[in-house]
């Protein structure tokens, strides 16, 4: 029985094999990088983004999660006129892939200028995706909690820790979406 499970699990690919797929779907490319350079500078990798719309989407522009967020980059509609009421030069609907991943990306922006304080770039990286997943309230919630227990609260691995107390079970979602996005940029080209 020990050498089935064993056999079986090496006959599954792992899950970083499995996101490799999506090197080959460039459709969405020239988004990722035009707008990741637009927010964010010329020397920020685009495929953060991308990697990011993998896991909130699997790149489906049709995308349309329970709660009504939708598209590439699964943006609710309160979120979406926020952003252009802030950003009016996205002219498009958030159905619209082109305008999707710019308004995704551009609210990574506001989140990733929330996070400034002194930190790795990993883990601001992380509090921006764990932001855009669970909210910045949560997350900042997350971090007194961590502040209380003498963790250090501007790191991530605190607010993992610290998140469950916050979202409760939601924290599970939040925390594997994050380690999600850096498994799929790991394999990204």
């Known amino acids: 029985m020990k050498k089935l499970l ?3 699990l090496l006959l599954i690919p792992c ?3 499995a996101f490799e ?21 010329p020397f920020f990798d685009w495929r953060y983004f991308k990697a990011q719309s993998v896991a909130e989407s699997r790149l489906i522009a049709k995308a349309k999660s329970r709660v009504g967020a ?15 009421r802030k950003n009016p030069s996205i002219k498009g609907t958030r159905e619209q892939p082109r305008w ?23 883990d601001r990286i992380n509090f ?12 900042l919630k997350a971090q007194k909690i961590a502040k209380k227990g003498e963790l250090n609260p501007n790191l991530w691995v605190s607010v993992e820790h610290s998140l469950p107390k916050v ?23």
Request: charged residues 30%; positive net charge; without cysteine.
């Open 128 to 139: 921006m995706f764990g932001s855009y997943n669970a909210g910045k309230g949560n997350i």
């Open 167 to 189: 979202t409760g079970r939601r924290s599970n979602e939040t925390i594997g979406y994050v380690k999600k996005i850096n498994e799929i940029k790991g394999v990204l080209r």
């Open 100 to 122: 999707n991943i710019a308004a995704g990306i551009y609210y990574d922006r506001m989140i990733w200028k929330a996070w400034k304080a002194e930190r790795p770039f990993r």
């Open 21 to 41: 797929r999506y090197n080959r779907v460039v459709k969405y490319d020239k988004y990722f990088s035009k707008y990741s350079k637009r927010y964010f500078g």
């Open 6 to 8: 064993i056999i079986i």
């Open 70 to 84: 939708l598209g590439v980059m699964q943006i609710m509609p309160k979120t979406f006129e926020e952003i252009i």
């Open 15 to 17: 899950q970083a094999e």
